[in-house]
């Protein structure tokens, strides 16, 4: 886990001087997601999973920065172990269209690679932008570097694209669907996540997820799909 925090440093020393530089056009706004399931007894088993995301759209560059944790563990042995991170700078040339720069890291050995980071750069698009329904599609091209548990590495020219819907349904619900597709000749990794988030309070969320992950090529002992449900709290601040 100390590797996994060091490799996200970079992320952190460069979204600090773009936060300060964006203080005056845009207000950042950030959630944070935790959920945790314990049970013992005849199945002792523990499954922690923590996201942060946090947002500052100004007027002409939108940041965009996320992190997660994910661990499980079956009688104290563990049995999934997944750190992700990126950083997304959007600048915007229209009301609707923007470019877009992405940097990635993800660490998954139980996938088959100890680190893989990506450097990705393309256009945007909102498609539909109003105070009910967003949805917008991103389409780009890059640099994957990736570390495998084997100790081999693989550095490859890779494609990306992505989608992303958020739909108000009332005042208290809303539901999201995020699908993104990134890789090369070397695989595809595909996520896809759907939500739903009813608000408790202003600051205060419940949220049920529904997330699929595929790699095209993994290790032969390894399933090239995995899926996770989860029920989460958020906190919005």
Do not use: C
Not at 28 to 47: C, D, Q
Not at 130 to 156: A, C, I, M, P
Not at 214 to 228: C, M
Not at 230 to 235: G, H, K, N, P, S
């Amino acid at each position: 886990m100390k590797k996994s925090l060091i490799s996200l440093l970079p992320f952190l020393l460069i979204s600090s001087p773009l936060a300060y530089a964006e203080e005056k056009t845009g207000t950042w706004k950030n959630n944070i997601e935790l959920g945790a399931v314990l049970t013992s007894g005849n199945t002792k088993t523990l499954n922690v999973n923590a996201k942060l995301k946090s947002v500052n759209d100004g007027e002409s560059l939108r940041d965009t920065i996320t992190g997660s944790a994910n661990n499980s563990s079956d009688r104290n042995q563990t049995t999934a172990e997944t750190y992700k991170a990126s950083l997304q700078e959007d600048w915007k040339i229209t009301e609707r269209d923007y470019l877009f720069l992405r940097l990635g890291f993800e660490s998954d050995r139980f996938a088959g690679f100890k680190r893989r980071f990506s450097e990705t750069m393309g256009y945007g698009r909102d498609l539909i932008k109003n105070d009910q329904l967003q949805w917008k599609v991103e389409l780009g091209g890059g640099l994957r570097q990736s570390h495998f548990t084997d100790l081999t590495k693989k550095n490859e020219a890779i494609m990306r694209s992505a989608t992303a819907l958020k739909w108000k349904i009332s005042d208290s619900a809303t539901f999201t669907q995020d699908l993104s597709t990134e890789g090369g000749k070397n695989g595809w990794a595909t996520e896809s996540v759907t939500a739903l988030q009813h608000a408790l309070n202003s600051h205060l969320s419940s949220k049920i997820s529904f997330k699929v992950e595929h790699n095209s090529k993994v290790p032969a002992t390894i399933r090239k799909t995995d899926l996770e449900t989860a029920i989460t709290l958020v906190v919005n601040f």
